[in-house]
Antibody, heavy 114, light 107 residues
C-alpha cells in the first residue's frame, strides 16, 4: 500500500537549518509529484509548492522562496524539505503529500525556539 | 491566486444530522477540487477528489458536488467519528490553495 513516512520532530534554535525527509513506498516514486504543505499551530493548511519527481524541478509558492529547498533522492524514494535561517514563525507541522493530496505523510513538527 | 472560501467556519451538529459545507473559488477551477478531513494531531485525510469522486475506503455518507466556482461537501448522516475540521483544496491553478476550514463539533 502507498505510504509516506516522514522524519521525526525537530527542535531548533533561530538561525539553524533543518532537513525533513519523506520516504515513499508502495508505488513508483517518480510517477507522482510531491507536494509540501505547512500548518502553523492552530492554523489551516498552506500549500508551499511541489517538486517533480521525474525531473527534480521544484516550484515554490511566493513566501517560500529563498530559505526553503525541495530536493529528492530517487535511489531511496525520498523527498526532502530543507529550511535554512530558521525563524520562530517557521514553527509548524510540515507535511509531504502525493498527487492532489490523495496520500499524506504523518507530518513533522519543527519547533524553532531559543 | 485563487482564493477559496468556506462556509460556515464552524457548525455544531448531532449524530445523525445531515451536514453541508460550502466552498467557493474566486475563479473557475472546473472540477479540480478536493475535500479533506483533519482531526487534531493527525494528517489530513482525502475524502473527495475531482469535486465528486469518493476516495477508496471513504464511507458513502460523504458526497461532493459542484463545478466551476461553487462546491459542497455533504455528510448524509453524521457519525461520531466525523467530528473534525474539513478543508477544500483547489488544484487547478498554481499556486494551489486551501480553504480556511470548517470545524464540525458536537451540539
Amino acid at each position: 500500500q502507498v505510504q509516506l513516512v516522514q522524519s521525526g520532530s525537530e527542535l531548533k534554535k533561530p538561525g539553524a537549518s533543518v532537513k525533513v525527509s519523506c520516504k515513499a513506498s508502495g508505488y513508483a516514486f517518480t510517477h507522482y509529484d510531491m507536494n509540501w504543505v505547512r500548518q502553523a499551530p492552530g492554523q489551516g493548511l498552506e500549500w508551499m509548492g511541489w517538486i517533480s519527481t521525474n525531473t527534480g524541478n521544484p516550484t515554490y509558492v511566493q513566501g517560500f522562496t529563498g530559505r526553503f529547498v525541495f530536493s529528492l533522492d530517487t535511489s531511496v524514494n525520498t523527498a526532502y524539505l530543507q529550511i535554512s535561517g530558521l525563524k520562530a514563525e517557521d514553527t509548524a507541522v510540515y507535511y509531504c503529500a502525493r498527487d492532489a493530496g490523495s496520500y499524506w505523510g504523518q507530518g513533522t513538527l519543527v519547533t524553532v525556539s531559543s | 491566486d485563487v482564493q477559496m472560501t468556506q462556509s460556515p467556519s464552524s457548525l455544531s451538529a448531532s449524530v445523525g444530522d445531515r451536514v453541508t459545507i460550502t466552498c467557493r473559488a474566486s475563479q473557475d477551477i472546473s472540477n479540480f477540487l478536493a475535500w479533506f478531513q483533519q482531526k487534531p494531531g493527525k494528517a489530513p485525510k482525502s475524502l473527495i477528489y475531482g469535486a465528486t469522486s469518493l476516495q477508496s475506503g471513504i464511507p458513502s455518507r460523504f458526497s461532493g458536488s459542484g463545478s466551476g466556482t461553487h462546491f459542497t461537501l455533504t455528510i448524509s448522516s453524521l457519525q461520531p467519528e466525523d467530528f473534525a475540521t474539513y478543508y477544500c483544496h483547489q488544484y487547478n491553478t498554481y499556486p494551489f490553495t486551501f480553504g480556511p476550514g470548517t470545524k464540525v463539533d458536537t451540539k
